[in-house]
């Protein structure tokens, strides 16, 4: 049974920081695509981040130069840190693995306020 669980996520003052994780159990990550998500209340899914099986990283516009993904394969996770964060970042973040039919997380709050 595939099992992805986001943790990290809380709330940061804009220009703070915050690591989020995403920890797989039934899945190798290193095998695949995974990609992470943002969706803000009343917006639809936007995809954030990805990191390819051979370690090639693709990011939105919006994010380029503050977010890095990463992964590691001993732990068989992947992170996405996340720095001068603005409040427009404020969503749920999820991971999904383009494996098969595909695998959600089930996303952790991050919230961007004074």
């Known amino acids: 049974q595939v099992q992805l669980v986001e943790s990290g996520g809380g709330l940061v003052q804009p220009g703070g920081s915050l690591r989020l994780s995403c920890a797989a159990s039934?899945?190798?990550?290193?095998?695949?695509?995974v990609n992470w998500y943002c969706q803000a209340p009343g917006k639809q899914r936007e995809l954030v981040a990805a990191i390819t099986a051979g370690g090639s990283t693709n990011y939105a516009d919006s994010v380029k130069g503050r977010f890095t993904i990463s992964r590691d394969n001993a732990k068989n996770t992947v992170y996405l840190e996340m720095s001068s964060l603005k409040p427009e970042d404020t969503a749920v973040y999820l991971c999904?693995?383009?494996?098969?039919?595909?695998?959600w997380g089930q996303g952790t709050q991050v919230t961007v306020s004074s």
């Open positions: 999904f693995v383009s494996a098969r039919s595909g695998f």
């Open positions: 039934g899945i190798l990550l290193s095998r695949y695509i």
